[in-house]
């Protein structure tokens, strides 16, 4: 069961209106759930830290507009280039919010087990296909 909801997450980020947050609750109360609900974290701090991941997965879906401009059209956005959640500040906050430090350490785990290598894959036609 959610410990979060969309007037909550409304008051930390702007939703669009007519935007279903319940993907974003339900991720965000499975990863609570998973890492911290053993914790002995008290209800009430999952409550806010399920909030704020939830506008952390809205914020990646739908990134915010850090500056906008009329003249000459032009829109900026607020996002960061990182991974996992140090993504957004919504998720930097969730784990500024996790005393026992579970969330850094999954957070860290993510990111480590990223492949570092990198890769070339050809999506032409063959020399023997024509």
């Known amino acids: 069961m959610a410990r979060t909801?969309?007037?909550e997450i409304g008051k930390i980020i702007d939703v669009d209106s007519g935007d279903d947050l319940d993907a974003f609750i339900d991720a965000a109360n499975i990863?609570?759930?998973d890492i911290l609900g053993e914790s002995g974290?008290?209800?009430a701090t999952l409550a806010v830290i399920e909030t704020w991941l939830a506008a952390h997965f809205y914020a990646?879906?739908?990134p915010r507009a850090s500056a906008e401009k009329a003249?000459?059209?032009s829109e900026s956005f607020d996002y960061k280039i990182d991974l996992a959640l140090n993504q957004?500040?919504?998720g930097q906050m969730a784990l500024s919010l996790?005393?026992?430090g579970a969330l850094a350490r999954h957070n860290k785990k993510i990111i480590d087990g990223v492949s570092k290598t990198a890769s070339v894959s050809w999506l032409g036609t063959s020399?023997?296909?024509l």
């Open 88 to 90: 957004t500040r919504y």
């Open 5 to 7: 909801d969309a007037t």
């Open 127 to 129: 020399t023997e296909d």
């Open 60 to 62: 990646i879906y739908k």
């Open 31 to 33: 990863l609570v759930t």
């Open 98 to 100: 996790d005393t026992t």
């Open 41 to 43: 974290t008290a209800t």
């Open 71 to 73: 003249g000459s059209v």
